[in-house]
């Protein structure tokens, strides 16, 4: 093999292989002399790619972990799998790995082949996932999309449906995405409403950037809810934003709950942003933390932990666990059954777009 950069890419590649590899091996794959592989090894080195060498009858060249992520070769079984493995863990905002997923499934999507980019949707469409989780599970191809065109600073137009079921389009200047380890946010400035807002992904549909490009404005340092205006202007984190935004969207609770069973036990059923109980010395623990979900999924998550729990506050918390408690005592007596009224019908509470 005469080209030497092809050679180098395909040495490059026999080399990110877990194993050793005898220069005389080396050689006769890229039918070379042992001299140029030691060369072409030198060259690697050079570009920064850390190759070990072993010497004895069997000793050989291995490609070791180093200070930095070298770029990676993978054929095309390779770039399939991790591409499906990638769109599984975007779809689901899976907390500490979601953000990363799609930074990186932008990134890989933008160089497979198209042939590559139908066998892995041929793969998504076929396999349906057992995940487990309290998010909306959402279409891996808009979160790409929203995520590219961040990045590139590029206009997107999509149909969005609020809330309370309202449909409108949309054109707006994509900022970040930001995942709360339930669901994906877009951080955005909008055209039309000429304001910054948050848009629920799983609320996203038919995106697509329009090539336009546009310079970014600086975020408000002060969340605006999806319906209002952005406050005082400056520069801001889109993570803040979003959590500013929602508290104004929806009140904040304030947890205060004791549970009878050690705080090890309960930390590990409860979601991270909840934070950790502490222990009461007794052999139970007691959480105290502010968050700004709903009182239906609080309930839930509470009840989840699956041991014996008392709610201090807030009050609105108390009185709704009371209502389920007895709508759940009703269900298990099917001849108690009666037609309930007021907060037990289990109105919804959807409070804006991001509700």
Same mark, same amino acid.
């Given at each position: 093999?005469?080209? =030497?950069?092809? $050679?180098?890419?395909?040495? !490059?590649?026999? +080399?990110?292989? *877990?194993? @050793?590899?005898?220069? %005389?091996?080396?050689?006769?794959?890229?039918?070379?002399?042992?001299? =140029?592989?030691? $060369?072409?090894?030198?060259? !690697?080195?050079? +570009?920064?790619? *850390?190759? @070990?060498?072993?010497? %004895?009858?069997?000793?050989?060249?291995?490609?070791?972990?180093?200070?930095?992520?070298?770029?990676?070769?993978?054929?095309?079984?390779?770039?399939?799998?991790?591409?499906?493995?990638?769109?599984?863990?975007?779809?689901?905002?899976?907390?500490?790995?979601?953000?990363?997923?799609?930074?990186?499934?932008?990134?890989?999507?933008?160089?497979?082949?198209?042939?590559?980019?139908?066998?892995?949707?041929?793969?998504?469409?076929?396999?349906?996932?057992?995940?487990?989780?309290?998010?909306?599970?959402?279409?891996?191809?808009?979160?790409?999309?929203?995520?590219?065109?961040?990045?590139?600073?590029?206009?997107?137009?999509?149909?969005?449906?609020?809330?309370?079921?309202?449909?409108?389009?949309?054109?707006?200047?994509?900022?970040?995405?930001?995942?709360?380890?339930?669901?994906?946010?877009?951080?955005?400035?909008?055209?039309?409403?000429?304001?910054?807002?948050?848009?629920?992904?799983?609320?996203?549909?038919?995106?697509?950037?329009?090539?336009?490009?546009?310079?970014?404005?600086?975020?408000?340092?002060?969340?605006?809810?999806?319906?209002?205006?952005?406050?005082?202007?400056?520069?801001?984190?889109?993570?803040?934003?979003?959590?500013?935004?929602?508290?104004?969207?929806?009140?904040?609770?304030?947890?205060?709950?004791?549970?009878?069973?050690?705080?090890?036990?309960?930390?590990?059923?409860?979601?991270?942003?909840?934070?950790?109980?502490?222990?009461?010395?007794?052999?139970?623990?007691?959480?105290?933390?502010?968050?700004?979900?709903?009182?239906?999924?609080?309930?839930?998550?509470?009840?989840?932990?699956?041991?014996?729990?008392?709610?201090?506050?807030?009050?609105?918390?108390?009185?709704?666990?009371?209502?389920?408690?007895?709508?759940?005592?009703?269900?298990?007596?099917?001849?108690?059954?009666?037609?309930?009224?007021?907060?037990?019908?289990?109105?919804?509470?959807?409070?804006?777009?991001?509700?």
């Amino acid at each position: 093999m005469s080209d =030497t950069p092809a $050679r180098l890419l395909k040495l !490059l590649s026999l +080399l990110q292989t *877990p194993r @050793e590899w005898p220069g %005389g091996e080396l050689a006769e794959r890229l039918d070379v002399s042992p001299r =140029t592989i030691r $060369r072409d090894i030198d060259r !690697l080195r050079d +570009l920064g790619y *850390p190759v @070990e060498a072993s010497r %004895g009858s069997i000793g050989g060249y291995r490609l070791v972990a180093g200070a930095a992520m070298p770029p990676l070769l993978l054929d095309d079984e390779e770039a399939v799998a991790i591409a499906v493995g990638l769109r599984a863990g975007a779809g689901h905002a899976i907390e500490g790995v979601d953000e990363a997923s799609v930074r990186a499934l932008a990134k890989l999507e933008q160089v497979l082949p198209s042939r590559l980019r139908h066998r892995v949707s041929v793969l998504q469409n076929a396999t349906v996932p057992l995940t487990r989780g309290d998010g909306s599970t959402i279409d891996p191809r808009t979160l790409t999309t929203l995520a590219s065109a961040a990045t590139g600073r590029e206009r997107l137009r999509f149909a969005y449906r609020s809330g309370d079921g309202t449909r409108t389009k949309r054109q707006v200047e994509p900022y970040r995405l930001v995942s709360t380890g339930q669901r994906w946010y877009l951080v955005a400035y909008d055209i039309g409403r000429e304001d910054w807002r948050t848009f629920r992904v799983d609320r996203v549909g038919e995106p697509y950037a329009t090539g336009a490009r546009f310079t970014p404005r600086p975020l408000p340092v002060e969340g605006a809810g999806s319906d209002a205006g952005s406050g005082d202007t400056g520069s801001g984190d889109a993570a803040t934003f979003l959590a500013r935004s929602m508290r104004r969207m929806q009140p904040e609770l304030r947890l205060d709950v004791w549970f009878g069973a050690p705080a090890e036990f309960v930390a590990a059923r409860l979601p991270a942003h909840l934070g950790a109980p502490e222990p009461d010395g007794e052999g139970g623990c007691r959480l105290r933390a502010s968050c700004t979900d709903s009182l239906e999924w609080v309930a839930l998550r509470l009840a989840l932990v699956d041991c014996e729990f008392s709610v201090q506050g807030p009050p609105e918390l108390v009185a709704y666990l009371e209502s389920l408690g007895a709508r759940l005592t009703r269900a298990a007596r099917p001849g108690d059954r009666h037609r309930p009224s007021g907060p037990e019908q289990g109105e919804q509470r959807e409070r804006g777009e991001q509700g």
